[in-house]
């Protein structure tokens, strides 16, 4: 097993408070389950709940002759990418590809140092065992059959099974798994002896070792292959194909990519500027992914040379010239009265351009807001040469990249499907969860700081927007989005439905991560603020520099609370028409009747996705608590 | 008012000119028209029983709060609500804190060099050098890596005395900067602050700590109710003092 090997490699000896004997195990049951009467009472009726909660599961999943979990199986493609077109497949895997690439290449750059004792992975292993030997022991009797091979019936129409021992026979697999398991776990434990709690394996190397098992087993493990025959409108499974037939290559080309990215992470990670960068990809990947990737942009290459181009070194030029001269040190008030200015302008072309005055680009538009807002904190990068260089090659960069965006974005698709469509499924629920943190996280912490602000304006307008938006259920904000939104914009402006409800989401989010992040903004203290303003700090550096950074930390618990619920909230898109990833599982595969009949088939696609939602949360409320432990919440 | 103020006045150049200057929290007078001159390379203790406005009357000096009425006039600069001049006297005038404030999400370094880096856009290295030099000077630069809350007592106020003077301030103002210290700390930081006296800043201390008072103020002001009760050099004052209700004080603190 791969899992062990690494154990004996990574081997690392750390001192550590001698082991508690633990308890035998008849003295540890009497003590944590039947200390007394009402407890015994207690343990003895949720055990009994426990069993019949677990039984029932386990003969629904396998046993059940009404379940078909080839629902799930042949549709998996449906469920993860929805109706992405066949012949442009590939863009899927490219894009899965960038994002483990640079998965890997963060990990070898930060190198994270978590660790894993054996005695945790042996539990593991014992504990999985023992979750499968009890399933395997939860079977219920083989179904009787009649000679023609049909179920047979009771007077109460009910199926027939045989006795419990006669459902063990199908179930060998699982006990001979159930046994390796156990036997893996065992052997770590007595193997280790007294070395298991110091033994140590790096988390990286377990879970890319995890990943490679799973992607191993795509080659080994006999499903049986669906394997349709839409003449009959029936399927059947093919003993002899294995699961995944077409997954399995790029699957492992991922799995290499992932690990041969983190030894290049890890080889170049000295290399300076490199962390940032990481980052900034980071925050450009999912647009990359999106509009470059997975859309195909048309790009109209006369409209570049003779207007895009043209009109991003004019605001390259004028626009840096104009920040290099706002980053004079000995400037003063006239850069801020300029940046000032600024600022009107860029509002006045969103006015003229709302009320229909001129006509402008939307590029240019948005070009002067950005320069607005460069020009607003360009005050705090005045200092020598170098550092005023930094930010002007900061403004060149930015502008690229906006620019670059924009007209992406204004380009047609090649993919010949109608707008947005292609995007459905999960594909779209990470889409929709990853894009609504990245907008509602700073909306949310601007909302906070206007409610705390001392201008009454602010306050009023972000209070409002707040109370308002927690005063109205999330499916309603919904259908008010995806229907109702096209009324309020600008003539000649349109938003497909999927990037409405997005719009819904953040909108949504935010208002709840700004009440997050309002209440750790009043857990900074005044001695705080004082020593910011006695330092000669302005008000937005000791927002920026000392509140915040004070104020988000504490707020990790409920930020991450607020971000697992966004992630669960997007089920509710189904709801608007959108063909998100429960929608799936509840409304296609169940209508899909040819080539393979599934109708009806709700359960198995719900427990899946359910389980999937459930890794997703489960990991980012994992990943807070190490996070909290890191920045030491609560204990400085 | 005695003679020793205006012979300190007249001597050498005015560094905080306080008018007749009037504080109200909502209807409560806190400040009573406190007047008085500080000059360059003077060191003032300001004594007072709790609640006398010792703190309001400093926090005034670099508006941490607003007055109400009169003038204070730092370094030739009027504090107005002009927001250019606050943000320059605040650049000069340096503050310590009873609760040290130091920033807790930075490490000491950080601490330190942050205003210079971003108020006075002094390069990254150069700001780090004068940390370290800093350091030295407060006795701990082997703490430079560690976060305040890895810090005694005693450490976390002598850094916040090297974050203040970072700025290179032409002003310090201390308010009881070893009250929430256990006495075996206390020195420690008394030490740094002789040694800044010494060094010829300006200093302005609120504090209980009379041995220091005796030993190092030029001048010491005994505040009551708002108001400047007495002024005198601290012989004049621990010896002889002229008001009934300095001497009270005295007799209940000494
Ligand atoms: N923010 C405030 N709001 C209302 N009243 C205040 C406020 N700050 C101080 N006061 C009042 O002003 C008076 C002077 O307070 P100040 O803190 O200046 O006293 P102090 O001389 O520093 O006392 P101590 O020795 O206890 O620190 C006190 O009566 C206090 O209650
Ligand atoms: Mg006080």
Redesign the interface.
Known sequence: MSGMITVEEAEEVVALPPEQPSLPPGEWIRKNLFSSIGNGVLTVLFALLLVFAFRGLVNFAFENPERDWDAVRANLRLYMTFAYPLDQYVRVWVSLGIVLSLSGLSAGLWSPDGYVSARRISTWFLGGGAVLLAAALAVQGQLQRDENGEFLIDEDLELIRGSWASGLGSRISWFALAAILIGAGAAIWFGLGDRRRNTFVRTVNLTYAGFGVIVGSLWVVRYGHYNGSPAEGTHYADPDSLVAMSTRLPWTVMWVLLGVSYFVGKAVRGWPLLKPLALTFWGLLPFFVFWVVLRDPDIDWAHVWTTDLPMYLAFAVIGGAVLFTLTNPSLGEIGRALAFVLLLVAVFTFVGGFFGWFSMLQKARLSFVFLAAFALVANNFAGEFAKRRTFVIGWLLTLGVMHYFVTLINSASTLNIRSDSFLGGFMFTIFAAVFGLMFSFPLGVLLALARTSSLPIFRLLATTFIEVVRGIPFITVLFFFSIMLPLFLPEGMEVAEHGAVIVGLVLFSSAYLAENVRGGLQSVRRGQYEAADATGLTTAQRTGLIVLPQALRVSIPPLVGQTISSYKETSLFAIVGIFDFLRIANNVVPNQSSPINFVGHKREGLLFVSLIYWIGSYAMSKYSQKLEKKLGVGSR | MTDAMTLHASSTAEMIVCDAVDKWYGDFQALKGVSATIAEREVVVVLGPSGSGKSTWIRCI?R?EAHQGGRIVVDGVELTNDT?NI?KI??E???V?Q?F?????LTVLDNIT??PR??R?V?KADAEAKAMELLETVGIPEQAEK?P?QLSGGQQQRVAIA??LA?EPRVMLFDEPTSALDPEMIKEVLDVMKGLARSGMTMIVVTHEMGFAREVADRIIFMESGEIVEVGTPEHFFTNPTEDRTKLFLSQIL
């Open positions: 670099n941490l250019r943000e605040r650049s005038v340096g503050m804190f609760q404030n130091l920033f807790p999400h942050l205003a971003w108020v856009k390069p976060f809350g974050r203040a700025m």
